[in-house]
């Protein structure tokens, strides 16, 4: 198209948007083009002409202003394989609740995999996400730039990282070298936010000691409160309070909340149990001082040391009392003490509250956890069993378990005209991969269609034993 | 638990179903018959473009087809059952159960099984259904005046048409003299009543095609608009010469009239045929102004040099509900397609399906620095009114304008081209480099509909 045909096309095209007769400065060649044809057809052929001259003779530019986006990064682990891709995302889709597809994603992970960026990504917020996707939350938080680094983390290149990235170069420091981990926050900690800060201090709890007590008490200044009380758990949990706080009142209080009493007739020994209270403002109050106040002033206000508490905390009250004394002392309590108090509520079968333990409690005593949900048979339990190793469990610790009896009671008790199957992620993410497909195979017996969407996850545990 | 003729013949809603389900257990009407623990599955080949998607559970009975009928269960499905309880072996044992079928397992009712047989209504026999089948005979005096009066309705339809043609063009010469501002912000309207029009002038591939036109309008930014209105309406006025000249054209015929059957498609032996392994690019399933929803299924031939591509273009009304995908994405299999005559052919059946193949790459798309739009532009040059392209498009990459709009641009073409996408993608596919992509190109939107990246495949569909 030459220059003429693009000036009187513009024209025409003006002519027309504002309606009337754009022949007379339609480019002279196209008005020759047309002149033998009927004068009322001179404009639709004007028309046909000019239309296909914009379809064919222009070519869209790209605007100034175009943004791309950084590269994704790739991950340190395969995506899952395309042949089971399906099946990864049946799982993910019959996942009933967010606990259901982080289990999916656990699950994965533990076997080596991450997801097909468009089957499965974290948000940008995501911190439940396993470590590996760290690069993927951080390209979400990025609308653009270059790209994550690839460096060891150091105080010259934390600007370099993104929150997630670092947040996990952070924690695998601590894991080596804690004093190093601890340097690092001390030095460039304080100028981030408070919602970027919190939890990178967080990470102190992993080989957590009394040489980080300077730090902790340096932050009872910090001007986030939830930072604040972060540090004075963690003081707390090495058995020092934060200097210049004034938690005394706010423990007498709690402490008011208890009964110390005798137990024994030989060997006499104190005991503490939550008073009854009389209404909700009462428990709502002692739920709030259960957070606010740490172990070890509790302790102090009860005049008893802080072990003893827990060894002599009477479990069994009503009104969530456990749970709150539980969630105190995971947030505050020494090892010891958590140790004991898991120990006692095990024996209790104090479930719930043994739950709000489990991000203290190592590898082994999270495993005897999910063994206690399974041999108790409670279905509701299967939410409270997080952060337990995926794909550790054999066999005989499925199927002989209480819980998967009575599911599979349940399926196989199913009305002809009823399809509801009880929520079998827990078993699917425990399994491993020949547990599962002897699961498979016996709630197949017991009646469940082999293609079930509600057997996803543990087909994708059987499959993903292929490498 | 397999199926007996008994249950069959009792859940059958009616006899006609019977007999029409007795002619589908032939065998070489299915393309794909597998099965996995009282679990059937199977594609059978009907008289659309796209196959339909089967599934029975033997275990409750349950069934689902992907077939517009609104008999319960349908033909396909009733033929299924049948050939499980008379030929079992035809079914080949799965190790992996298609996606498909996973997606109708999760989708059923969690409680409350298939409608119980029927045990009312008038009786249905399978063995009156077989006779039918084998007996029915076609009367010749019937076909010479069926043919007859088909020819005269041939020729009133080409007279009704041309008249409506005129109505066309004065509509669009209207339409200038009002002013294409106005036309766009009342298109719908005016649209609405040309193609009313032309659909009682019989013209109903024209009268689609102006009632889908406001929704595209609409998809482009209120600048683009009037252009967008020149280029459509020059495009009809280039369609209706074109029928003017050649009103037995067989594209011509299609674009503006009505459709043939695929029986006659199969039958014809102009009908450019091509074997060669496809790939199921993706689908695209919209529901119309019309009623009609338009279920158009897009493959790339693999085996070819240069990029070919063809589309399974089926219509159905809305009424029967919205259909699901006739094909998974990405799959590949040996076929012979059949083109229907046309300038530029794209739209095909599949004669015969094949098996399912792996391993092959795309082919190469064209050089980064050639005109990506090259194709489109020899598809106009033959069809100037055809309305979109598909294209094989080089390495590229994803971006997006200062109102957060998507665009493709070329690998290293800062600056140079770049094609605005018709609508958002995935975000994840923005941090991606695309080592090629095809999608379709409208003349002012491109829609992707899958790519290649170091992830590999991408359903972008």
């Given at each position: 198209m030459n220059e003429a045909e693009r000036s009187g096309l513009s024209t025409m095209r003006d002519c027309w948007i504002s309606g009337g007769s754009a022949l007379t400065v339609a480019p002279a060649e196209w008005q020759a083009l047309v002149a033998g044809a009927a004068a009322e057809e001179h404009e639709l052929l004007l028309l046909a002409i000019a239309g296909q001259a914009f379809d064919v003779g222009f070519r869209p530019a790209a605007p100034k202003t175009l943004t791309f986006r950084p590269a994704l990064p790739t991950l340190g682990l395969p995506a899952v394989p395309d042949r089971h891709r399906p099946l990864f995302r049946s799982a993910l889709k019959n996942a009933a609740d967010a606990l259901g597809k982080l289990r999916v994603i656990g699950l994965t992970e533990a076997r080596g995999y991450v997801s097909h960026p468009l089957d499965w990504m974290p948000s940008?917020?995501?911190?439940?996400?396993?470590?590996?996707y760290a690069p993927w939350v951080d390209w979400q938080a990025?609308?653009?730039?270059k790209g994550p680094v690839l460096e060891e983390l150091s105080a010259d290149n934390w600007?370099?990282?993104y929150p997630a990235a670092r947040r996990v170069a952070l924690a695998d420091i601590r894991r080596n070298d804690p004093a190093a981990a601890r340097t690092l926050l001390e030095a460039r900690?304080?100028?981030?936010p408070a919602e970027v800060r919190l939890p990178l201090i967080e990470?102190?709890?992993?080989?957590?000691?009394?040489?980080d007590a300077p730090y902790l008490q340096s932050?009872?200044?910090?001007?986030?409160g939830k930072v604040k009380l972060l540090a004075a758990r963690f003081l707390a949990r090495i058995g020092q309070n934060q200097t210049g706080t004034d938690g005394e009142a706010e423990a007498k209080e709690l402490a008011g909340f208890i009964e110390p009493g005798r137990t024994g007739l030989i060997r006499r020994r104190t005991t503490y149990a939550p008073k009854t209270v009389k209404n909700n403002a009462q428990i709502n109050r002692r739920t709030e001082l259960f957070d606010l106040v740490q172990l070890i002033d509790l302790a102090k206000a009860l005049g008893a040391a802080e072990l003893d508490l827990v060894e002599a905390w009477q479990l069994g009250?009503?009104?969530y009392a456990d749970a709150d004394f539980a969630r105190m002392v995971c947030a505050s309590g020494s090892d010891d003490s958590v140790s004991a108090l898991a120990r006692n509520l095990m024996q209790a079968d104090g479930v719930y509250a043994l739950s709000i333990l489990l991000p203290r409690l190592d590898a082994g005593a999270r495993r005897d956890f999910a063994r206690l949900v399974l041999s108790r048979g409670?279905?509701?339990?299967?939410?409270?069993?997080?952060d337990v190793e995926a794909g550790y469990f054999e066999q005989p610790d499925m199927l002989d378990s209480v819980m998967y009896k009575q599911t599979r009671a349940a399926i196989a008790q199913r009305k002809p005209d009823d399809r509801s199957v009880p929520d079998l992620s827990l078993f699917g993410y425990l399994a491993t991969p020949g547990a599962a497909r002897a699961i498979i195979a016996d709630l197949t017996a017991a009646?469940?269609?082999?293609?079930?969407?509600?057997?996803a996850l543990l087909r994708l545990n059987a499959a993903l034993s292929e490498r | 638990m397999a199926f007996d003729l008994k249950t069959i013949e009792a859940l059958a809603p009616d006899q006609a179903s019977l007999s029409a389900a007795s002619k589908l257990t032939?065998?070489?009407?299915?393309v794909r018959l597998e099965s996995q623990e009282g679990l059937l599955w199977g594609e059978c080949q009907g008289s659309g473009a796209n196959p339909y998607r089967v599934v029975v559970d033997a275990g409750d009975q349950g069934y689902k087809c992907?077939?517009?009928?609104?008999?319960?269960?349908c033909k396909h499905a009733l033929a299924l059952m049948w050939i499980d309880a008379t030929?079992?072996?035809?079914?080949k044992t799965a190790s992996d159960i298609p996606e498909w079928v996973n997606d109708w397992l999760g989708r059923r009712?969690?409680?409350?099984?298939?409608?119980?047989?029927?045990?009312?209504?008038p009786a249905k026999s399978i063995g009156e259904a077989q006779a039918e089948a084998e007996t029915r005979q076609e009367d010749p005096a019937a076909i010479a005046k069926r043919e007859a009066a088909q020819k005269k309705r041939l020729e009133d339809t080409r007279v009704s048409i041309a008249s409506g043609l005129d109505d066309l063009d004065q509509w669009i010469s209207d339409q200038l003299r009002l002013g294409l501002t106005s036309f766009v912000d009342a298109a719908s309207e005016r649209c609405r009543r040309i193609a009313s029009r032309l659909v009682d002038a019989k013209a109903a591939g024209l009268a689609g095609r102006l009632d889908e036109f406001p929704a595209t309008l609409l998809q482009l930014a209120s600048e683009e608009r009037p252009e967008a209105a020149m280029r459509e309406l020059g495009k009809l006025v280039l369609l209706g010469k074109a029928w003017r000249a050649a009103p037995g054209d067989a594209e011509l015929k299609r674009l503006v009239g009505s459709s043939e059957t695929r029986e006659q498609i199969i039958g014809d032996p102009d009908a450019l045929r091509i074997k060669g392994v496809w790939e199921v690019l993706g689908e695209r399933i919209e529901t119309r102004k019309d009623g009609l929803v338009s279920h158009a299924t897009w493959l790339m031939q693999m085996t070819s040099g240069t990029p070919r591509f063809a589309v399974l273009q089926d219509y159905y009304p809305a009424s029967a509900g919205r259909r699901a995908q006739a094909f998974s994405p990405g799959e590949r299999f040996e076929a012979e397609l059949a083109f229907y005559l046309?300038?530029?052919?794209?739209r095909a059946l599949v004669v015969e399906r094949g098996q399912a193949v792996s391993g092959l790459g795309w082919p190469e798309p064209a050089d980064?620095?050639?005109?990506?739009l090259a194709a489109h532009l020899a598809r106009q040059n033959a069809a100037?009114?055809?309305?979109e392209t598909a294209v094989l498009l080089p390495a590229g990459r994803l971006a997006r304008d200062d109102r957060g709009k998507a665009w493709w641009q070329a690998t290293g073409?800062?600056?140079?081209i770049a094609l605005p996408l018709a609508g958002d993608l995935p975000e994840p596919v923005f941090g991606m480099t695309l080592e090629a992509a095809a999608g379709l190109w409208n003349g002012a939107r491109l829609d992707l509909l899958a790519a290649y990246a170091e992830h590999g495949r991408l359903d972008l569909a």
């Open positions: 940008a917020s995501d911190l439940e996400a396993p470590g590996a990025q609308a653009s730039g600007d370099d990282f900690a304080g100028s981030e990470l102190l709890r992993v080989n957590l000691s009394p040489d932050l009872a200044s910090d001007r986030s009250s009503k009104d409670v279905l509701d339990d299967a939410s409270l069993v997080r009646g469940l269609g082999p293609a079930d969407p509600s057997l | 032939k065998l070489s009407n299915w992907t077939c517009p009928s609104r008999k319960f269960p030929t079992p072996a035809a079914f009712r969690k409680s409350g099984g298939a409608a119980p047989p029927a045990s009312a209504g046309a300038r530029a052919p794209v980064a620095l050639a005109d990506p100037p009114w055809s309305s073409d800062n600056g140079g």
